[in-house]
């Protein structure tokens, strides 16, 4: 069963437009990633944050974390049509465990 | 420095049939774990092997199997295809140290079952 719901199921937006993402779970965990897979191909790692962690940035990704809700967002600002894809959001419970849970994923198009 | 590498990239197989998934780590990454891909269960663990051990296991029936080389390379099989097994089949591995949770995939192996 997955322990990550992400919403929404599908964004479409325009180049230069911020893309926002979110996904909650169900159990505490240690960290929570966020991955890239462009369609039919391998997942790309996009940034991980921690438990203790709130906030945090690469690039034009932002990511937050409210441990008491349980849910995490994903910010793409001035999006790019090299952005389109489908993100993941996944949760590990331990420091060091590699069984990720998954959420479904949210698609995401940027139009030209 | 190379990346995951999965072979074969494409298979077609029919029910009843099994079939073996190869993966080659990213160098000194020791621990590789695998994941299932479908459209209807999205993505699932499969199980992690790290120094030849299976290290943890998905929910997934004994038809699922894995092993893991000594130089960090790691096979899994399926035997008694069945048409739901149809799915991306994708490998990662990590380096396995503290505080590292980062996975590297590979572009996955395609399993078609007629």
């Known amino acids: 069963s997955q322990q990550g719901e992400e919403d929404p199921q599908a964004l479409s937006i325009q180049e230069g437009e911020n893309a926002t993402m979110n996904c909650s779970y169900k159990t505490s965990i240690n960290n929570l990633q966020w991955y890239r897979q462009n369609s039919g191909r391998g997942l790309v790692h996009l940034i991980l944050i921690r438990s203790n962690e709130r906030e945090k940035h690469s690039g034009r990704l932002r990511v937050t974390l409210d441990t008491s809700k349980k849910s995490s967002s994903l910010l793409i600002t001035a999006s790019r049509a090299a952005d389109t894809a489908s993100y993941f959001c996944a949760t590990a419970l331990g420091s060091n465990d590699y069984k990720l849970s998954f959420g479904a994923g949210t698609t995401v198009t940027v139009r030209a | 420095k190379a990346g995951v590498t999965q072979t074969p990239r494409y298979l077609i197989k029919t029910r009843g049939q099994q079939v073996t998934l190869s993966c080659s780590p990213i160098?000194?990454?020791?621990?590789v774990s695998w994941y299932q891909q479908t459209p209807g269960q999205g993505l699932q663990f499969l199980f992690e092997?790290?120094?030849?051990?299976?290290?943890n296991k998905g929910n997934f029936p004994g038809r699922f199997s894995g092993r893991q080389f000594s130089n960090s390379r790691s096979e899994m099989n399926v035997s008694t295809l069945e048409l739901g097994d149809s799915a991306l089949y994708l490998c990662?591995?990590?380096?396995?140290?503290?505080?590292?949770?980062?996975?590297?995939f590979g572009e996955g192996s395609r399993l078609t079952v007629l």
């Open positions: 092997y790290f120094s030849e051990t299976q290290r």
């Open positions: 160098s000194g990454h020791r621990s």
């Open positions: 990662a591995s990590v380096i396995d140290r503290v505080g590292a949770g980062e996975l590297f």
